[in-house]
């Protein structure tokens, strides 16, 4: 088990930047599968993905959905236990919940081409709010 915090959510204009910070409480992030997932306004039941890492010593691919690639970059900081996600030139739809999921120990294929479900993670932090408005 592994305890998330998730900060760095905010209110922010189109085209804006910002960096989310996913850290563990009390337990190493080394040797886990990261994701995050946004929950959308208006969709209590649905996360969509946004990003997956593995964080172990091994590396491993990392997977964007396409709604992202090229503006969100996902990264690790194992001294800091913590996984950031750097969202540029951000979009009125990029709104929602942002949440970072826990899986783990991670294979080295997890984030290749895909990323899992959100049922497949057992840890999640409480989410971290995004609003992308004009």
């Known amino acids: 088990q592994v305890q998330l915090v998730e900060s760095g959510g905010g209110l922010v204009q189109p085209g804006d930047s910002l960096r989310l910070s996913c850290t563990s409480s009390?337990?190493?992030?080394?040797?886990?599968?990261i994701a995050w997932f946004r929950q959308a306004p208006g969709k209590q039941r649905e996360r969509d993905e946004i990003?997956?890492?593995?964080?172990?010593?091994?590396?491993?691919?990392?997977y964007y959905a396409d709604s992202v690639k090229g503006r969100f970059t996902i990264s690790r900081d194992l001294a800091k236990n913590t996984v950031y996600l750097q969202m540029n030139n951000l979009k009125p739809e990029d709104s929602g919940v942002y949440y970072c999921?826990?899986?783990?120990?991670?294979?080295?294929?997890?984030?290749?081409?895909?990323?899992?479900?959100?049922?497949?993670?057992?840890?999640w932090g409480q989410g971290t709010q995004v609003t992308v408005s004009s």
């Open positions: 999921a826990a899986q783990g120990p991670p294979t080295y294929y997890m984030c290749l081409n895909s990323m899992p479900v959100p049922g497949e993670y057992e840890n």
């Open positions: 009390g337990t190493t992030l080394d040797n886990w599968g």
């Open positions: 990003s997956c890492i593995s964080t172990s010593s091994r590396h491993g691919p990392i």
